[in-house]
């Protein structure tokens, strides 16, 4: 029970890195 | 401030934190023309240094920030997302070579520019370093050496993925940036000062005596500590701490155990560790007067957390440890809530505790079931492992009207927790805590 709230932690931060990355970069290729 | 928006707050400052040299990219003025998978292959690489920056945090063992998850789960998740931080560094240089193949020469380390070779090198710690953490016991590595190879390949792999940025020289080119990247390094170098340097000092200043070593059933050791020139501190019955007891704080050789005296007893603490290799197979040789470092308390298994009308603890082995330290809480409370107590051991000889048990009776309201592995014959109480079927002939009407604790090895918790489930108990009201730190 208690590995499945960390595997959440990980899915629920690492979507949001990875989500954030690409919109970063986006701005990042409009801008250039 | 609640446990929900605390968690939620330090999994904001996480986020800042993992996220902040994206905010690098657009300090100053872009460069032009890359387009989107050449920025996105920059900003993944970024944050996986970031991520790996961040894991000296993660396990600094900050009691604020570990406090509203438990300290398992923090390195549970220290472990798993550095999966994430392996897959982003190693698709940044792949999203690199499909959208510019003329890089691909870069990998010759032997012609390759030297910011080429930090990042090749880096990569490839990193590799070593989840290798040997994954296969510690399989590559015969003991706990200390593995730990301190651990911290060194973080540090070399940070430096290295530092360098290959510096030298590249597009991300630190202005001023703003520079002192971006400085603050980072500076944050994740503290943490490290933090628990390598600061901490263990803390700890040299308040330590323990060993009073007695108590010979317990089942290859198990009491060892009973006191404070030395200072108050000691406050616990939670079921918390835990880290334990050095053959060298100073500043040693490697530091592990894990539960308290299983009373919280409400602030002279003594006591910590009940059974014969099982390396370290737990020492314990037996520590004398009287012996100084001890305690690093804690730790921990989110403690029935202080959870009020329920009712509690049931299901222990194996010497996991009855952090539960013998909440039944002799709320025995010196003076609780008189109906408690269960389902403790799996091999013999009737193994069971840890049995007299004090059998005492404790006396003041709680509370019923023991012994589960044995190996009974004598003409053994009348349960026998085996604890099964579904033996939950159900002990647990109320209402199983939902308790919440439960469970300790013993991992497959014990899981066939338990399994058990329960198909009873119709509801997660919210099952706790554990794993001690798989390595």
């Known amino acids: 029970v208690r590995r499945r709230y960390a595997d959440i932690l990980v899915v629920i931060t690492a979507s949001l890195i990875v989500l954030l990355s690409a919109f970063f970069a986006l701005l990042q290729s409009w801008r250039g | ?169 597009n991300y630190v080119g202005t001023p703003w940036k520079l002192v971006l990247w400085v603050a980072l390094t500076t944050f994740w170098v503290g943490a490290l000062v933090y628990v390598r340097l600061w901490k263990p000092l803390l700890l040299l200043r308040r330590p323990y005596r060993v009073v007695e070593v108590r010979r317990e059933r089942g290859d198990a050791w009491t060892l009973v500590m006191e404070p030395e020139g200072h108050s000691g501190f406050r616990f939670h019955p079921g918390q835990f701490a880290w334990l050095s007891l053959w060298s100073g704080p500043y040693d490697m050789r530091e592990h894990p155990f539960s308290f299983s005296s009373s919280a409400e007893y602030r002279g003594q603490l006591t910590m009940t560790i059974k014969e099982l290799g390396d370290f737990t197979a020492t314990i037996k040789g520590a004398r009287p007067g012996q100084r001890a470092y305690l690093d804690g308390p730790y921990g989110a298994f403690t029935c202080d957390r959870h009020r329920a009308p009712g509690y049931v603890f299901i222990a194996g082995g010497v996991g009855i440890t952090p539960i013998m330290s909440m039944l002799r809480t709320l025995a010196d409370r003076g609780n008189d809530q109906p408690l269960l107590l389902i403790y799996s051991s091999k013999t009737w000889d193994d069971v840890i505790f049995r007299e004090e048990l059998e005492e404790l009776m006396k003041r709680l309201n509370v019923k023991v079931v012994h589960v044995l592995r190996e009974p004598a014959e003409g053994w009348q109480g349960e026998r085996s492992f604890v099964t579904q079927e033996t939950l159900k002939r002990h647990l109320p009407a209402d199983p939902n009207s308790r919440d439960y604790f469970i300790c013993g090895a991992d497959v014990m918790m899981d066939a338990v927790e399994l058990a329960l489930t198909e009873l119709g108990v509801s997660l919210a009201h099952v706790h554990s805590e794993r001690y798989n730190f390595v």
């Not at chain 2, 100053?28 to 292959?41: D, Q, V, Y």
């Open chain 2, 1 to 169: 401030m609640s446990r929900v928006f605390q968690g939620a707050f330090w999994i904001g400052v996480y986020l800042l934190l993992t996220l902040a040299p994206l905010f690098v990219l657009l300090l100053g003025p872009a460069p032009p023309g890359r387009g989107f998978w050449m920025e996105f292959s920059i900003a993944i690489g970024f944050v996986g240094l970031a991520i790996m920056g961040t894991q000296f945090l993660l396990t600094a063992r900050y009691h604020h920030a570990t406090a509203p998850f438990g300290l398992d789960i923090v390195y549970e998740y220290h472990r798993q997302i550095s999966w994430v931080a392996f897959a982003l560094v190693v698709a940044h240089p792949l999203i690199v070579f499909w959208q510019r193949p003329e890089t691909l020469r870069l990998l010759n380390v032997f012609e390759a520019p030297w910011r080429a070779r930090f990042a090749v090198a880096s990569v490839v710690a990193l590799a070593a370093l989840i290798a040997t953490s994954i296969w510690r016991r399989r590559l015969g590595l003991p706990y200390e050496v593995w730990r301190a190879l651990h911290g060194a390949l973080a540090v070399l792999i940070v430096t290295l993925a530092l360098a290959h940025i510096a030298l590249w020289g």
